[in-house]
C-alpha cells in the first residue's frame, strides 16, 4: 500500500512540474548582439574604431591583401582610369591590409561622416590640408606615422606599403581617436531579398572606358564574388575569394578639377543606383547619411542583408550590364 501511495505521488509531482522556468521579473531575456556595420552577431566586446583604409588598385597592386576580411568596401575612381578602395574595418580588426594608398577629399567625406579612423599613405594637397585643419583622425604612412606601416619586397613603391590592423588599432587608442559611436550603418533583414528585381547573377560596370570591375553570384555560398578586368579577385596570402552579400552600385557626379587629374566626386548628396542581393537586382535611390550611401525607395529604406556590402560609385557616364 505504501508503494503504491508513493508512486501515486510521483505521478503527482512529475505533473505539476512547470513546463519552463519562469525569467525573474529583474532579468530580461538576453537579446542577440549583433554589429552596426555587417548586421551579423557578434561578441561582446569592448569599444572600437571603425577604420577606413585607403586600398591600392593599380594592376600592380593586385592582388590586394586583407580586402577580404573588410565589412564594407567603398570603390571611386581616383585619376585616370584607376579606382581605389576605402576598407571599412569594425568587426575584425586583425589581419595585413594593402597595399595602402594615399586619400582623396571625398573619401575623407566617408571617413569624417562616418567618424572613421582613415589609414593612408598621404593624399593630395586638399585633402591633406583639410586633415590638418578639421584635426581628422587620421593614420599617414607616408609622413608623421611611418614607423607603424612596412614596405615589402615583393613590390615596387608606390605599390608596397603595408598595414597590420592590430597595430592600427593601437596607433588609434595612443593617439585618443574616438571609438564608433555604434550608429547603426544601415538597415539589415534576414529577409531582405529583393525577390521581384531583375535576374543579375553577372554584373557588369564600367567605370572608365579602360576600367572593368564585376561580380558574379554564387548559389552554393549565396554571396556575389568580385572579378576586374574579367579575372576572378582573391586573397594575395590566403587565395580567399571577395564575396559579399550586398552590391550596391551608384551613380554620382565626377569633375577633373586640376593638371594632375585630380578628381571631385559628389557623393555627399543623392542620386540613381541599384541594389544587387541574392541574385537580383532593383533600382533604388542612394543617399549619404552618416558617412554611408544608403538605398533608398519611395523614400523608405532599402534592408541590406547581413553580411558584406561593395559600393561602387560610378560617374553619370559609367555603365552597368546585369543578367
Not at 503504491?4 to 519552463?20: H, K, N, T
Not at 588609434?172 to 535576374?199: E, H, I, N, V
Request: net charge neutral; with cysteine.
Amino acid at each position: 500500500m505504501k508503494l503504491a501511495i508513493f508512486s501515486v505521488l510521483l505521478v503527482c509531482l512529475a505533473g505539476c512540474q512547470p513546463d519552463s522556468i519562469p525569467v525573474p521579473k529583474n532579468q530580461e531575456p538576453r537579446t542577440e548582439l549583433t554589429s552596426p556595420i555587417t548586421g551579423t552577431p557578434v561578441p561582446e566586446t569592448e569599444s572600437r574604431p571603425v577604420m577606413m583604409v585607403m586600398i591600392n588598385n593599380h594592376p600592380h597592386a593586385r592582388p590586394q591583401s586583407g580586402l577580404y576580411l573588410a565589412d564594407v568596401v567603398v570603390e571611386i575612381l581616383a585619376e585616370g582610369e584607376i579606382s581605389r578602395f576605402a576598407a571599412f574595418y569594425y568587426d575584425h580588426l586583425e589581419g595585413t591590409v594593402g597595399p595602402v594608398r594615399s586619400v582623396r577629399d571625398y573619401y575623407l567625406d566617408l571617413a569624417d561622416g562616418s567618424g572613421a579612423v582613415v589609414a593612408h599613405a598621404g593624399g593630395s594637397p586638399s585633402a591633406l590640408d583639410r586633415i590638418r585643419n578639421e584635426k581628422s583622425s587620421s593614420i599617414d604612412g607616408v609622413h608623421q606615422d611611418e614607423k607603424h606601416f612596412t614596405r615589402v619586397s615583393f613590390r615596387k613603391s608606390p605599390h608596397n606599403l603595408y598595414a597590420d590592423l592590430e597595430v592600427l588599432r593601437q596607433v588609434a587608442a595612443d593617439k585618443k581617436f574616438p571609438a564608433y559611436d555604434g550608429k547603426q550603418a544601415y538597415l539589415f533583414s534576414r529577409s531582405a531579398a529583393t525577390g521581384q528585381g531583375q535576374t543579375a547573377e553577372k554584373i557588369e560596370l564600367i567605370y572608365h572606358k579602360l576600367y572593368k570591375a564585376g561580380y558574379q553570384y554564387d548559389r552554393a555560398s549565396k554571396a556575389y564574388i568580385r572579378y576586374t578586368e574579367g579575372e576572378r579577385q582573391t586573397d594575395r596570402e590566403t587565395e580567399t575569394p571577395l564575396a559579399m552579400q550586398n552590391v550596391l552600385v551608384v551613380f554620382a557626379k565626377h569633375q577633373v578639377i586640376d593638371y594632375a587629374g585630380h578628381r571631385d566626386v559628389d557623393i555627399t548628396g543623392s542620386g540613381k543606383g541599384y541594389l544587387m542581393q541574392q541574385g537580383k537586382a532593383v533600382p533604388i535611390e542612394w543617399k549619404f547619411r552618416n558617412g554611408w550611401i544608403v538605398p533608398y525607395s519611395n523614400g523608405k529604406e532599402i534592408a541590406l542583408l547581413p553580411g558584406k556590402t561593395w559600393v561602387n560609385v560610378l560617374p553619370l557616364t559609367g555603365k552597368v550590364f546585369f543578367q
